[in-house]
């Protein structure tokens, strides 16, 4: 079991250009997350999808979009990349109404 | 939306000693998870509390749960190197289907 894997692992931007995180998981979950982290910061969801076929927002989904193509994929894009989205980002998973959530090893993108 | 603050944001501590950190909320809540970050890393789910005034313990951490619900602690006794980390206290919302982070706290363990 790979349990939660993000790729890419480390990405560089320039402002304006766009990008799209890669999460699976194999742990057949049926909750899927995105999270940001900024430095000395807990972590901030900013979409969740709690089953397949359906996502919301989280506290900050401003200038990103989430698509849940499977149960084991749940992708983050960001279409036009600013330097406050500067941020190391965490997928996640967990089984439905269960709570614990099972973390990625992060993508670490900087945003020029 | 809920809220959890935790104190203290950093603390330094030879090893050996111990150390606390607490969660407090405004509301009652219904459970609180704790989570572990190494630096570096990930958060890694350390265990889940969901009774009033319940304790676990996992080996030197003990982690508690206020009468009332509005607060948390974690314990370390005897710390370690391998302590070193950001220990996270987090509450379910939505249901269940999202957690919201407190602010952490930032252990070092020096030798």
């Known amino acids: 079991n790979a349990g939660v894997t993000q790729t890419p692992k480390f990405q560089v931007l320039k402002t304006g250009q766009s990008m799209t995180l890669q999460c699976a998981q194999d742990?057949?979950?049926?909750?899927m997350y995105w999270y940001r982290q900024d430095p000395g910061m807990g972590l901030r969801l900013i979409y969740y999808?709690?089953?397949?076929?359906?996502?919301d927002k989280g506290e900050v989904p401003n200038g990103y979009n989430v698509s849940r193509l499977n149960k084991r994929e749940f992708s983050l894009r960001l279409e036009s990349a600013a330097p406050s989205q500067t941020s190391v980002y965490f997928c996640?998973?967990?089984?439905?109404?269960?709570?614990?959530?099972?973390f990625g090893p992060g993508t670490r993108l900087t945003v020029l | 939306g809920q809220q959890v603050m935790q104190i203290p944001q950093y603390q330094h501590v030879q090893e050996g000693e111990d150390f606390t950190t607490y969660c407090n909320s405004s509301?009652?809540?219904?459970?609180i998870q704790w989570y572990k970050q190494r630096p570096g890393g990930h958060p890694v789910f350390l265990i889940q509390?969901?009774?009033?005034?319940e304790v676990k313990k996992q080996k030197r951490l003990t982690f508690q749960f206020g009468e009332a619900k509005k607060n948390s602690s974690l314990h370390i006794t005897a710390t370690q190197t391998t302590d070193v980390g950001t220990y996270f206290c987090?509450?379910?919302?939505?249901?269940?289907?999202?957690?919201?982070f407190g602010t952490g706290t930032q252990l070092k363990v020096e030798l």
């Open positions: 996640a998973s967990s089984p439905l109404g269960m709570g614990t959530q099972y």
């Open positions: 999808s709690a089953s397949e076929g359906t996502t």
């Open positions: 742990m057949n979950h049926n909750s």
């Open positions: 509301t009652t809540l219904s459970n």
């Open positions: 987090c509450i379910l919302t939505g249901g269940g289907n999202k957690l919201t």
């Open positions: 509390l969901v009774k009033s005034g």
